[in-house]
């Protein structure tokens, strides 16, 4: 078993040295999730090639897309993708507002991020509750219906990712932690911690 999730790293292949390499090249360290999801890089590939072709052609902006899974981290409490989003958000818009998406405190954000915001939360915590008032608001917000099936979709494939690095034990990166902004790091009171001690 690694220190970073509870199974044992995965045996070694080119697909998994590729998915390796790949982390170092642009974390400068091989992810604790990507050991975990080692154990069939042939789905990882598939789930970001899914991911990639969702956003390739979507309306929604990286700052909305940060908005929605920094929400959908928060609401359940899932650590890693909260700091790794957290900030991914804070670059995008600044640590004070991203620290508050995680939160669950919508200040600085638009019209659009705020429904967004809140439809991730519903969603995430209880799809079967929402209803025709919840989209009719998404659309007084400017989404349109196609923005609405794009942001539900990108929400359910953050729950699925996280869900998985959850259960499985994946702890955030010491280094993900330590490159997180202070506030963004405070925020973050839930989940699992990183897998070191922050410097």
Request: with cysteine; aromatic share 8%; glycine share 6%.
């Amino acid at each position: 078993m690694t220190p970073g999730a509870f199974l044992t790293d995965p045996p070694s292949s080119a697909e998994v040295t590729a998915a390796y390499e790949a982390d170092l090249a642009d974390d400068g360290c091989v992810n604790n999730l990507t050991r975990v999801w080692c154990w069939r890089p042939d789905v990882l590939t598939s789930f970001q090639t899914l991911r990639a072709e969702l956003t390739a052609d979507s309306g929604l902006s990286p700052r909305e897309i940060a908005v929605m899974v920094a929400a959908t981290a928060a609401v359940r409490g899932d650590s890693y993708c909260a700091l790794a989003w957290g900030d991914r958000l804070a670059a995008l818009s600044d640590d004070v507002t991203a620290a508050n998406v995680l939160r669950g405190d919508p200040a600085g954000l638009s019209d659009r991020e705020r429904a967004l915001n809140d439809w991730s939360r519903r969603v995430a915590l209880e799809p079967n509750a929402t209803t025709e008032a919840d989209i009719d608001h998404l659309r007084q917000a400017g989404l349109s219906d196609r923005e609405i099936f794009e942001a539900t979709t990108w929400i359910a494939f953050r729950m699925a990712f996280a869900t998985i690095n959850d259960a499985l034990g994946a702890r955030p990166d010491w280094q993900l932690a330590e490159k997180a902004p202070k506030l963004v790091r405070e925020a973050v009171t839930y989940g699992r911690h990183p897998s070191s001690d922050v410097t």
